[in-house]
């Protein structure tokens, strides 16, 4: 254990040279990666107008990119016991890079939409679990929180970039142009990561079963159902599933709620989700500079949710959600979109970094894998289940309204499991969990 810092005085950081480099390129990763996902969103009217569907039937067509996402998620993370992470995020960016191209083919209908979405959900499921085991080999357990909140502002900054670059080639190429652009960058991506990828030097050994029970490791430690089993983890796989939950809705059906239902045109719609985007980036940024802060002041206390976070911070954003859908006026919306309701990004970094705490290094992989895995379910329901609350309600506005009320449900509960349940540094000291690993 190290000793606290002294009173006043920054605590030198614990990572290696090249580890901010390697977390800029993940950074990249996670750009690629989200815009990937939001080309959909996006593209959306134009492709329901094009090919004659209605929300439920594009709403599962989102949700396709949701079948195996959660299968690969834990499937890849397990096999980071055997295989190098920098090998896994080559084969991964390669895979999602092709999964967008068929869509340029001038037929290409709903049945290659579905078909490329579950592939592309295949090898983007593992993305944020593994870049995050990789980012760990990196860094020591308390200067996790501020690079795990950069590699998260990817999310946001990949939407954000996204927006108004995918909004101006379907104006001028056309909606499947968005794909090939996506997928483009991609393979630009990977052709830089294979050349500058590399494993950090606290990252654990390869080789032997994938859940590290073998007889090859030394100190296997708590058994991953246990972690997993923790009221911790339990209460950060939920926070996830509604964060997930609310990140797909606004992805799916934010651009459509703000075009069909305020009469914003395209270019105001885009500009609009790319404020929503950048207002997550900021939030990740700030909360983890403040929990930087914290640590070097020996400000983070055993059994206290990580430093600058708070479950009310949960509850806020549901709060915000009925105002921004449901109560708010017109005016109000952008404001409340880009200001408190982007506040439940946080949850990302708690949970991520909270998870990484109760692990050992060697089931890291494996238990980030399983919690992303399971609380990206969310995902895979919202989109179909509010595309059915929409078409199903007498009228588009009063739709959305009862979607966006069960949205702030289920972030109102989360946000109080949280408040309730997340704490780390309790559950590791009571499975024997040491509070870093030995580079």
Same mark, same amino acid.
């Given at each position: 254990?190290r000793?606290?810092?002294?009173?006043?005085?920054?605590?030198?950081?614990?990572?290696?040279?090249?580890?901010?480099?390697?977390?800029?390129?993940?950074?990249?990763?996670?750009?690629?990666?989200?815009?990937?996902?939001a +080309?959909?969103?996006?593209?959306?009217?134009?492709?329901?107008?094009?090919?004659?569907?209605?929300?439920?039937r594009?709403?599962?067509?989102?949700?396709?990119?949701?079948?195996?996402f959660?299968?690969?998620?834990?499937?890849?993370?397990?096999?980071?016991?055997?295989?190098?992470?920098?090998?896994l995020?080559?084969?991964?960016?390669?895979?999602?890079?092709?999964?967008?191209?068929?869509?340029l #083919?001038?037929?290409?209908?709903?049945?290659?939409?579905?078909?490329?979405?579950?592939?592309?959900g295949?090898a983007?499921?593992?993305?944020?679990?593994?870049?995050?085991?990789?980012?760990?080999?990196?860094?020591?357990?308390?200067?996790r929180?501020?690079?795990?909140?950069?590699?998260?502002?990817?999310?946001?900054?990949?939407?954000?970039?996204?927006?108004?670059?995918?909004?101006?080639?379907?104006?001028?190429?056309? #909606?499947?142009?968005?794909?090939?652009?996506?997928g483009?960058?991609?393979?630009?991506?990977?052709?830089?990561?294979?050349?500058r990828?590399?494993?950090?030097?606290?990252?654990?050994?390869?080789?032997?079963?994938?859940?590290?029970?073998?007889?090859?490791?030394?100190?296997?430690?708590?058994?991953?159902?246990?972690?997993?089993?923790?009221?911790?983890?339990?209460?950060?796989?939920?926070?996830?599933?509604? +964060?997930y939950?609310?990140?797909?809705?606004?992805?799916? #059906?934010?651009?459509?709620?703000?075009?069909?239902?305020?009469?914003?045109?395209?270019?105001?719609?885009?500009?609009a989700v790319?404020?929503?985007?950048?207002?997550?980036?900021?939030?990740?940024?700030?909360?983890?500079?403040?929990?930087?802060?914290?640590?070097?002041?020996?400000?983070?206390?055993p059994g206290?949710?990580?430093?600058?976070?708070?479950?009310?911070?949960?509850?806020?954003?549901?709060?915000?959600?009925?105002?921004?859908?449901?109560?708010?006026?017109?005016?109000l919306?952008?404001?409340?979109?880009?200001?408190?309701m982007?506040?439940?990004?946080?949850?990302?970094?708690?949970?991520q970094?909270?998870?990484?705490?109760?692990?050992?290094a060697?089931?890291?992989?494996?238990?980030?894998?399983?919690v +992303?895995?399971?609380?990206?379910?969310?995902?895979?329901?919202?989109? +179909?289940?509010?595309?059915?609350?929409v078409?199903?309600?007498?009228?588009?506005?009063?739709?959305?309204?009862?979607?966006?009320?069960?949205?702030?449900?289920?972030?109102?509960?989360?946000?109080?499991?949280?408040?309730?349940?997340?704490?780390?540094?309790?559950?590791?000291?009571?499975?024997?969990?040491?509070?870093?690993?030995?580079?």
């Amino acid at each position: 254990m190290r000793p606290a810092a002294q009173k006043g005085r920054t605590a030198p950081a614990t990572h290696a040279p090249g580890a901010w480099p390697t977390a800029r390129l993940l950074l990249l990763f996670m750009v690629v990666n989200f815009a990937d996902k939001a +080309v959909l969103g996006l593209a959306g009217p134009r492709i329901m107008d094009d090919l004659g569907l209605d929300r439920s039937r594009f709403g599962s067509a989102q949700a396709a990119f949701f079948a195996l996402f959660s299968l690969s998620a834990i499937g890849v993370s397990l096999l980071t016991r055997r295989i190098r992470t920098t090998v896994l995020l080559l084969a991964m960016a390669l895979a999602w890079s092709a999964a967008q191209l068929p869509m340029l #083919w001038p037929t290409a209908g709903l049945g290659m939409l579905i078909a490329t979405r579950v592939l592309l959900g295949a090898a983007e499921g593992p993305a944020a679990p593994v870049a995050a085991h990789h980012l760990y080999g990196w860094f020591a357990q308390r200067d996790r929180t501020l690079p795990t909140a950069v590699l998260l502002v990817g999310a946001a900054a990949g939407v954000a970039l996204a927006a108004p670059v995918l909004t101006w080639v379907i104006a001028v190429w056309g #909606w499947r142009w968005a794909f090939g652009t996506v997928g483009l960058a991609g393979l630009a991506w990977a052709v830089v990561w294979a050349v500058r990828g590399r494993e950090g030097p606290l990252a654990p050994p390869v080789g032997g079963p994938a859940d590290g029970t073998g007889p090859d490791t030394a100190d296997p430690g708590p058994p991953l159902r246990r972690i997993l089993l923790t009221p911790s983890v339990l209460a950060a796989g939920f926070a996830c599933f509604a +964060v997930y939950w609310q990140i797909s809705a606004q992805l799916t #059906w934010v651009p459509d709620y703000l075009h069909t239902v305020l009469g914003w045109s395209a270019g105001a719609t885009s500009l609009a989700v790319a404020a929503g985007s950048l207002a997550n980036a900021a939030v990740l940024l700030t909360h983890g500079l403040l929990a930087r802060a914290a640590t070097a002041r020996g400000g983070r206390r055993p059994g206290r949710l990580p430093a600058g976070s708070g479950a009310g911070l949960l509850m806020l954003a549901a709060a915000c959600a009925v105002g921004v859908f449901v109560a708010g006026p017109a005016w109000l919306k952008l404001p409340m979109m880009c200001g408190p309701m982007a506040l439940s990004a946080v949850m990302m970094t708690v949970g991520q970094t909270a998870c990484a705490r109760i692990a050992p290094a060697h089931r890291r992989g494996a238990a980030l894998g399983v919690v +992303v895995g399971l609380s990206s379910v969310g995902g895979v329901v919202s989109p +179909v289940v509010l595309g059915r609350i929409v078409d199903g309600a007498p009228a588009a506005a009063v739709g959305y309204e009862r979607a966006w009320l069960l949205t702030a449900a289920l972030l109102a509960l989360a946000g109080l499991l949280a408040a309730l349940f997340l704490r780390p540094e309790r559950d590791a000291y009571r499975l024997g969990v040491p509070a870093e690993e030995a580079p």
